[in-house]
């Protein structure tokens, strides 16, 4: 193991640019790992727009179902009464 002690000025001075160019190295490295990060995420964000504006174009005629409860019932009623008059239409006729 080296002594800090029995370093020269000179060995200092390379011990200190060394452990700051690792110490650059590793920050170049993670500055790096953010762009990345960042431009990844702006890519998501863009197709998650597109996607709001098409849910939004799915989604803009749902107030109009509200009007489809009361004609749902109108259509109910009519079946019922069709109904009616095939059974009294085909009562008496015997199936083949």
Known sequence: MIS???LSNH????VALVIG????????GLLIVLVRAT???KRS????LDVAGDVAGNTAN???LEATAPVLGLIVEE???QDGYMNAL???VEER
């Open 39 to 41: 431009d990844d995420i």
């Open 11 to 14: 060995g200092a001075w390379e």
């Open 62 to 64: 749902i107030p109009q």
């Open 4 to 6: 800090f002690a029995a």
């Open 45 to 48: 964000v863009g197709r998650l």
């Open 79 to 81: 079946a019922l009464v």
């Open 90 to 92: 085909t009562d008496g």
């Open 21 to 28: 160019l690792v110490a650059a190295l590793i920050v170049a």
